[in-house]
Each structure stands twice: as structure tokens, then as C-alpha cells.
């Protein structure tokens, strides 16, 4: 984990100890050099540490997953996924990202912020009743449920307990193999057959049955470009997974934001039209993707660092959203940081480049749907105990709950 190019320390913000504060860690690997030499497991790999050099990969045409031209020192977890483009390269990404986009237009997603909002209304209703809820279990998980298996995809309400089993341990499995354990692993594998089962039969229903949702378009297919039953299955497992786990977090990390900086919530209670903005603070200081992997397509050069083709770096995108040469006082959390006419620079909250989450429009209206009624409605919110446990999951970051008292 040492190199004679860089100071003599040690990376330790994968160890659990670090999981509820990775940030310090992330700091002191960051200031002591951009590009970090790193062992991830018996893999050499270099951890980029640095806004530029992590926006440079994220964004270079040289950089992608390379499974496919076999050049990856990385373990594929979606091989067995057909349609999962999470991992795939051009020109094999952009076939299957553009049916998805040709599905998933802005106007699909801009009809369901009503639906959003109306969901929200009802378990914030229910919660209020009570006088003390949990903001993950009581709301962003039913509304992440309600938007993406139910709404999108046209699954049974009544399942929703097995998406989230699911949803769990794939995400956690999403973590490189060398930070898993047997259990967990095991875990993936049998979630993802799950799932995979369980979409199968809503998409032979699906081609009996056309509706209006996601799974519907995605089956028929667009421009004379069609998914084999297969992609479809796979592609809907990848927005069950990706499309849950990062709006649960964002409305879990970025409300413990707001109630650890009481200030902070009140200002956004009194101007609640600078939501939208906020969200993207939230997004920049405690992201629900921590960090993505990337490989050299070819050889080529970072930040004055030559890399070879095959060469496997773990971009640190929430260190780089940290990062002071680019974000003033970045460790402070300000939600007018991204409001006006001059805001901060771009987060990589929700990555950079052809990989850019594609479901981000609709977790942030989502978000955005959570926070602005328990600001209108809860104002007197506050946690209900002063610490919380985070999930294992390294590359996901989020809560395992987050109680509160109204």
C-alpha cells in the first residue's frame, strides 16, 4: 500500500471502523497525493483521490471496464446479467443505455413527481400520526418501492419487503470481491437469481400484456432496436437495485445532514424553493456512491502518471466531491452552495461521463418530494438518538435506520 512517490501512510477508510466517518480518511489520502498506490486484495490498483484526475477517468475515452476486451484486473459481478450496462463499454453500453433512455424519457420521469408527491403525503400522514418514525423504513424505502418495482416496472405492492432483500444484498455484492466475505457473496448470488426469477415472470406477462409502464417499453423495445427477454430481465434488475438504493440514501444521508446542522434545516424550511439546490449539496458531502472502478482501455496518462493498458484504479469520487482545490471549506455543509447565479462546481455525486446515473432525475425528484414535506410538516424534527450505523456496503453508502421525533 506504499509507494516511494507518496508519504507513508495508510489508507484506511475501507476498514469498518471508518464507516461512519470515511471523510478524514479520504482527506489524508488526498492531501498526500492525487494518484495513491493501493493493494486491493492481491490486486494492484491506484486509488485517484482528486476532483480532476477523478473527473479526467470518469470522463476519458481511454478509461472503461475492459471485461470484454478481458483486460480487467477486476472480478465482473454482472457477467452473468445480460443487459446489466453498468459495466459494459461503447459500443455495447450505448445500445442498451439508449433504449433505456428512449424508455425513460423526461417526460415519464416529469409525470411522476405528482405521483411522488402523492406517495410522500400519505406516509408522512402516517407518520405524523405516530409522533416518532424511522425516515428509512417509514418513507424513503415504501417511496422507493412505490416509484421503481411498482410504478416502473408494474411489480405486486405487496412485495415489496423481497425488493429490498434483494436490492440489499445485491448492492452490497456490487462491492469489489476482495472487501467481501463468503456470506456475502453467497448472498448476491442468490438474491440476484431471485430477482432474476421474479422479473422473468413479469416480463412474460409484460409481452401478453403491454401496459404503460418501464418494463412494458423496454420489452417492446424502440426504433426497430429490441432487448432479448433476457436484457430485459437484467436491465430490470439494475434499475430495481440502482434506482432504490440511490434514492433511499440520498433522502437517509441528506436529511441526517440537515438534522446534524440544525441551522441548516432551518434556513431550508424558510426558503423551501432552494431545495433543488440543496439536493445537489447533499449529493457533493455525503454521497450514496462512494467510489466506482475503472480500468485503462489503453495506455495512457493522469495527472503526469503513465498507466498501461489493463492498469485498474478505484476512482474516490466522494473524496473528490471533498476536495478543497475545488470546493471552498469542503467539509463545511451548505445548502446555498449550489444556489445563485455562480454555483460550485459540478458533484460527482452522480458520476461523470457515459456512466452518468441515469436514474438521477428520478431520485431526485424523489428526494426532493421527502424533504420538502417533512420541512413543511415536521418542523420540529429532530433525531431521536445521537448516533447511527451505517450499512457494510462500501461503494453504497447509507443508514441501516435513521429514527426521529417529531
Not at 439536493?279 to 456512491?289: C, G, H, K, N, V
Request: hydrophobic share 45%.
Amino acid at each position: 500500500m506504499r509507494d516511494t512517490a507518496v508519504p507513508e501512510i495508510t489508507f484506511d477508510a475501507f476498514d469498518p471502523g471508518h464507516r461512519a466517518d470515511p471523510y478524514p480518511a479520504y482527506r489524508r489520502v488526498r492531501d498526500a497525493a492525487a494518484l495513491f498506490p493501493y493493494r486491493l486484495g492481491d490486486v494492484p490498483v491506484t486509488l485517484v483521490t482528486r476532483y480532476e484526475e477523478c473527473a479526467a477517468i470518469l470522463t476519458g475515452a481511454d478509461w472503461g471496464h475492459g471485461y470484454a476486451a478481458g483486460i480487467s484486473p477486476f472480478r465482473d459481478t454482472t457477467a452473468a446479467i445480460p443487459g446489466s450496462f453498468v459495466r459494459m463499454d461503447p459500443p455495447e453500453h450505448g445500445r442498451y443505455r439508449k433504449l433505456v433512455a428512449k424508455a425513460f424519457t423526461p417526460r415519464m420521469v416529469a409525470d411522476l413527481a405528482p405521483v411522488a408527491g402523492q406517495v410522500v403525503d400519505e406516509l408522512v400522514d402516517a407518520a405524523l400520526g405516530r409522533g416518532g418514525f424511522d425516515v428509512l423504513e417509514d418513507l424513503a424505502v415504501p417511496l422507493a418501492v412505490a416509484m421503481i418495482p411498482v410504478r416502473l416496472l408494474g411489480a405486486d405492492p405487496a412485495d415489496g419487503a423481497r425488493f429490498r432483500e434483494w436490492q440489499l444484498a445485491i448492492a452490497r455484492g456490487s462491492d469489489p470481491d476482495a472487501l467481501l466475505d463468503d456470506d456475502a457473496v453467497t448472498a448476491r448470488g442468490a438474491a440476484a437469481l431471485a430477482c432474476m426469477g421474479y422479473f422473468g415472470e413479469l416480463v412474460a406477462r409484460r409481452k401478453r400484456e403491454p401496459g404503460s409502464d418501464l418494463l412494458s417499453a423496454l420489452t417492446v423495445g424502440a426504433d426497430g432496436e429490441t432487448l432479448t427477454e433476457a436484457e430485459v430481465i437484467g436491465m430490470s434488475l439494475l434499475l430495481l437495485v440502482a434506482g432504490m438504493e440511490t434514492s433511499i440514501n440520498l433522502i437517509g444521508n441528506g436529511l441526517l445532514a440537515l438534522l446534524r446542522h440544525p441551522e441548516q434545516f432551518r434556513f431550508l424550511r424558510e426558503r423551501p424553493d432552494l431545495v433543488e439546490p440543496a439536493l445537489d449539496e447533499m449529493l457533493r458531502y455525503d454521497a450514496p456512491t462512494q467510489f466506482t472502478i475503472r480500468v485503462a482501455l489503453t495506455d495512457t496518462v493522469v495527472g503526469e502518471r503513465q498507466f498501461r493498458r489493463g492498469d485498474g484504479v478505484v476512482v474516490l469520487t466522494a473524496s473528490a466531491s471533498r476536495d478543497d482545490r475545488v470546493f471552498p471549506d469542503a467539509d463545511r455543509f451548505d445548502v446555498t452552495r449550489y444556489a445563485g447565479t455562480r454555483p460550485a462546481r459540478k458533484h460527482l455525486g452522480f458520476s461523470l461521463g457515459i456512466h452518468y446515473c441515469v436514474g438521477a432525475p428520478l431520485a431526485r425528484i424523489e428526494a426532493a418530494a421527502a424533504i420538502r414535506a417533512l420541512l413543511e410538516r415536521a418542523p420540529g424534527l429532530r433525531p431521536a438518538t445521537d448516533s447511527v450505523e451505517y450499512r457494510p456496503s462500501l461503494i453504497h453508502r447509507g443508514v441501516m435506520s435513521l429514527p426521529v421525533t417529531i
